[in-house]
């Protein structure tokens, strides 16, 4: 069948994806959101305040009132929020009277039960980790993929795509795209690929861009890991 459009047609719906980031809040507190959120803007480039943002709210203790509150601080930065993750707190009708819409953060698909991977030791106070998504797809421009726990890629991640894992981050293919690990702050979170030549990297909030990763290992089987504060490149290669 072929489409018509009249010539005197004044608008057109085209198909495109469009790329979101998930921004996880731990706490209502403004005070602590507010120092936190201007150091991650001072350390990262103008995309956070371009990309499409959903609000993750933390937990079910939530009040209309504080979310407004925070969402007056998140606009006075101007970052560029177009919806809120369904919450069991807050109605989505109060949602979208604030000026925002309401979506549903899709759960990670499990891996087999017989090539679940052991368990790394953690810290007792860490909660344990959500079920690792497996994608044995390319990762395309403008796709999205979250993990609540660690993601595997089994595939190449193009220029324009962006992962965002709890967890650690293994692509076992070219990465190009971008990769953010340790969403929710875990600091032991790491991103392994095959070939870094990665938009960005970020692991618990901090960020290299790939003007700033080192030239090294750029196209390099690459684990990145955080030392501290500071981002640390080691080859995968063995010797």
Known sequence: MTAVVEENTVLEFKGRMLMMTVLHLKTLDADVLREQLDRSL???????????????????????????????LLRDRDMNLVAVAASAAVAE???RALG????????ARPVRADAEPAAAPVAASREPRAETLVVDQPVRSGQQL???GDMIVLAPVGTGAELLAEGHIHVYGNL?????AGVRGDTSARVFCQQLNAELISIAGHYQVAEDLPEEFRGQAVQIGLDGEVMQFSSLRRS
Do not use: K, N
């Not at 190009?176 to 953010?180: D, F, L, S, T, V």
């Open 176 to 180: 190009r795209g971008r990769a953010i």
């Open 42 to 72: 001072a350390q990262s480039p103008d995309w956070l305040r371009e990309v499409p943002i959903v609000l993750d709210l933390p937990g079910d203790d939530v009040s209309v009132v504080a979310l407004a509150l925070i969402l007056d």
């Open 146 to 148: 979250y993990s609540r």
């Open 100 to 107: 925002l819409g309401v979506v549903t953060l899709a759960s």
């Open 93 to 95: 009708p109060e949602i």
